[in-house]
T-cell receptor
Framework: EAQVTQNPRYLITVTGKKLTVTCSQN?????MSWYRQDPGLGLRQIYY???????DKGDVPEGYKVSRKEKRNFPLILESPSPNQTSLYFC?????????????FGPGTRLTVT | AQSVTQLDSHVSVSEGTPVLLRCNYS??????LFWYVQHPNKGLQLLLK??????LVKGINGFEAEFKKSETSFHLTKPSAHMSDAAEYFC?????????????FGAGTRLAVHP
């Protein structure tokens, strides 16, 4: 089954404790992206990647890092989480360009930083 | 700059009555437009997509949307609401990019369906 998976689905952590949220897709998509969802703000892009070893900042990149060492994986790293990073996070992937470039979303990771 | 405005943060309808979720966009160029749905505790699912072919786009679960360039609108409709339609709906614009696949989301409309 074609899908985007994220782990963990739920995470409660404390300020300053490094964490990684994993994202994996099995559709051979070039493009992958991380979003955060906050009430009343919709989804905002954190980082994106157009292929292996090619990453760039989205609209709200502060406090986050990413890497793209393999095509299928795109982990999100919070080196020193803070309470304002409490949010619902989504990973997405898609083909690049053409008419089949709609993004497929993972199930989400709900992060709470205390 | 591209932007998306969903005109209602909450919409409440009775089961069996029509649904209208309103969306206006601003874009300097002809964008791709999408509607996504998010059911409680679930990820986002693509409902439908407009890419400059037909202006009336049919999606899954009986939803459709009409692209009106003169009004810069892309409203989502369904003739008869079902209880399972209760969810949050996002209108999304993707500017023409030449390879950069950025999506710009509206703030969302929460649809409640009452018996």
């Amino acid at each position: 089954e074609a899908q985007v998976t994220q782990n963990p689905r739920y995470l409660i952590t404390v300020t300053g404790k490094k964490l990684t949220v994993t994202c994996s897709q099995n559709m051979n998509h070039e493009y992958m992206s991380w979003y955060r969802q906050d009430p009343g703000l919709g989804l905002r892009q954190i980082y994106y990647s157009m292929n292996v070893e090619v990453t760039d900042k989205g609209d709200v990149p502060e406090g986050y890092k990413v890497s793209r060492k393999e095509k299928r994986n795109f982990p999100l790293i919070l080196e020193s989480p803070s309470p304002n990073q409490t949010s619902l996070y989504f990973c997405a992937s898609s083909l690049l360009g053409g008419t089949r470039d709609e993004q497929y979303f993972g199930p989400g990771t709900r992060l709470t930083v205390t | 700059a591209q932007s998306v405005t969903q005109l209602d943060s909450h919409v409440s309808v009775s089961e069996g009555t029509p649904v209208l979720l309103r969306c206006n966009y601003s874009s300097s160029y002809s964008p791709s437009l999408f509607w996504y749905v998010q059911h409680p505790n679930k990820g986002l699912q693509l409902l439908l997509k407009y890419t400059s072919a037909a202006t009336l786009v049919k999606g899954i679960n009986g939803f459709e949307a009409e692209f009106k360039k003169s009004e810069t609108s892309f409203h989502l409709t369904k003739p008869s609401a079902h209880m399972s339609d209760a969810a949050e709906y996002f209108c999304v614009v993707k500017p023409p990019s030449g390879g950069y696949n950025k999506l710009i989301f509206g703030a969302g409309t929460r649809l409640a369906v009452h018996p």
